[in-house]
T-cell receptor, first 116, second 113 residues
Framework: NAGVTQTPKFQVLKTGQSMTLQCAQD?????MSWYRQDPGMGLRLIHY???????DQGEVPNGYNVSRSTTEDFPLRLLSAAPSQTSVYFC???????????????FGNGTRLTVT | KQEVTQIPAALSVPEGENLVLNCSFT??????LQWFRQDPGKGLTSLLL?????REQTSGRLNASLDKSSGRSTLYIAASQPGDSATYLC????????????FGKGTKLSVIP
């Protein structure tokens, strides 16, 4: 059982480049989300989705786009990378958005992104 | 805005000791509180989830308590082992209609053999 799979594991971008971080889960989870983790800042929510076709903004959405065309996939797009987006990005999912109230989040192993 | 604080930021203990990690939050209107473990270079693994109506949860050598009215939770680790070395984070889910978790910055635990 793969769980939550994130690709790539590492990525280096130049300022202004665009890229997509991939996230896929094989647990038929309704709820999916993206967090970034920065030293001294902790984990902060970027975007989340409560089901296919439904997305919403979290605490730090600027500079990122998401879409949810299937239940399994929730890609995160950086439109024009900036050094401030250097971070470790985590995708997390849960059985349903209602289950957030009584079910744990499952995390991927992260993508370490450096923007120069 | 909900804020979650974890003290201490780092803790080093000899193997075999019992220890307590602390988590406090500013808004008591939470649905649940979760404790996670994060190993270096890895994602987070959920350890315990406490519903707002519950006072504690136990799993093996771990026991988490919740005092919602005072905005505090503790994670108790009994008979610590070197394999317990990791960063421990707590997170709260706010009330109805919120699908966001607010995380603390974590406590980095080192258990010395």
């Amino acid at each position: 059982n793969a769980g939550v799979t994130q690709t790539p594991k590492f990525q280096v971008l130049k300022t202004g480049q665009s890229m997509t971080l991939q996230c896929a889960q094989d647990m038929n989870h309704e709820y999916m989300s993206w967090y970034r983790q920065d030293p001294g800042m902790g984990l902060r929510l970027i975007h989340y989705s409560v089901g296919a076709g439904i997305t919403d903004q979290g605490e730090v959405p600027n500079g990122y786009n998401v879409s949810r065309s299937t239940t399994e996939d929730f890609p995160l797009r950086l439109l024009s990378a900036a050094p401030s987006q250097t971070s470790v990005y985590f995708c997390a999912s849960s059985y349903s958005f209602r289950a957030l109230y009584n079910s744990p989040l499952h995390f991927g192993n992260g993508t370490r992104l450096t923007v120069t | 805005k909900q804020e979650v604080t974890q003290i201490p930021a780092a803790l080093s203990v000899p193997e075999g000791e019992n220890l307590v990690l602390n988590c406090s939050f500013t808004d008591s209107a939470i649905y649940n509180l979760q404790w996670f473990r994060q190993d270096p270079g890895k994602g987070l693994t959920s350890l315990l989830l406490i519903q707002s109506s519950q006072r504690e949860q136990t799993s093996g050598r771990l026991n988490a308590s919740l005092d919602k009215s005072s905005g505090r939770s503790t994670l108790y680790i009994a008979a610590s082992q070197p394999g317990d070395s990791a960063t421990y984070l707590c997170a709260v889910t706010l009330g109805a209609g919120s699908y966001q978790l607010t995380f603390g910055k974590g406590t980095k635990l080192s258990v010395i053999p």
